[in-house]
């Protein structure tokens, strides 16, 4: 081999070399951005880490489901029971099926004082109406309610449903909704949740009675 051949084949194993090494600093840069990547859309997409999103359908802060509107509504009770036909409140009232079938709140949903700022109608599966009221300020509704003295509810952070088949409510146990009233001869049997609602002498409870 010539020496003009041995400096060309120096330069060859030179460049050979840093070919290498660049590809390794690449390979290594990849898998560093990889990692990061992956932090950045776990935490931008609401991950824990292992996989489990949060959403919209999570439960409040207070432990009481949230729905806003009544399409939310239907759709919660669905999980648990049944919601079908979802009707506008006057509407329901106005036809013939109220007239066999009624349902809460025709009158206080008119009241501002309920708090009661939509009502709608739904009918289960044994073709009983479910009320569905959305109140924002469920203190207007429990002051209602313990002026009228009888009225109860099942109710989520900022809506309200009045069931009257005994299987729905049977149903809706599970749904962590929770029964409200403001009765003062409403017993809760021991061993059930009460809580103290946000007006006096109301309780809030995962006792559903089927005769509410």
Same mark, same amino acid.
């Given at each position: $081999?010539?020496?003009?051949? #041995? ?7 030179? @460049? /050979?070399? @840093?070919?290498?090494?660049? *590809?390794?600093?690449?390979? $290594?840069?990849? !898998? +560093?951005?990889?990692?990061? !990547?992956?932090?950045?859309?776990? @935490? &931008?997409?609401?991950?824990?880490? =292992? ?5 919209s ?12 509107? $009544? ?6 009770? &669905?999980?648990?029971?049944? *919601?079908? =036909?979802?009707?506008p ?11 066999? &079938?009624?349902? %809460? ?8 004082? %309920?708090g009661?700022t939509?009502?709608? +109608? *739904?009918t ?13 300020? $469920?203190?207007?509704?429990? #002051? ?14 900022d /809506?309200?449903?009045?069931?009257? =088949?005994? @299987? #729905?409510?049977?149903?809706?146990k ?7 009233? *403001? ?7 021991s061993? /059930? ?5 946000? +007006?006096?002498?109301? +309780?809030?409870?995962d006792? /559903?009675?089927?005769?509410?």
């Amino acid at each position: $081999m010539t020496p003009t051949e #041995t400096a060309q084949q120096g330069k060859d194993t030179m @460049r /050979f070399k @840093r070919a290498l090494a660049t *590809c390794a600093l690449l390979v $290594m840069s990849t !898998s +560093v951005a990889a990692c990061g !990547s992956g932090d950045d859309e776990s @935490r &931008n997409s609401g991950s824990d880490g =292992d996989g489990k999103s949060g959403g919209s359908s999570q439960p409040a802060a207070s432990g009481l489901p949230e729905a806003k509107d $009544m399409a939310s509504i239907a759709y919660y009770l &669905n999980k648990y029971a049944s *919601c079908l =036909d979802l009707t506008p409140g006057a509407e329901y009232d106005d036809s013939e099926d109220a007239d066999k &079938n009624p349902a %809460w709140g025709d009158t206080e949903a008119e009241d501002p004082s %309920w708090g009661i700022t939509e009502r709608a +109608v *739904c009918t289960d599966k044994y073709s009983d109406a479910i009320a569905l009221l959305t109140v924002p300020d $469920m203190k207007k509704l429990q #002051t209602a309610a313990k002026k009228d003295g009888h009225a109860s509810f099942l109710v989520g952070k900022d /809506f309200a449903v009045v069931p009257v =088949d005994d @299987r #729905t409510i049977e149903e809706l146990k599970a749904s962590g909704l929770k029964y409200l009233t *403001c009765d003062p001869d409403a017993e809760i049997p021991s061993g /059930f949740e009460k809580q103290a609602a946000e +007006v006096d002498g109301c +309780v809030l409870s995962d006792y /559903f009675p089927s005769d509410y």
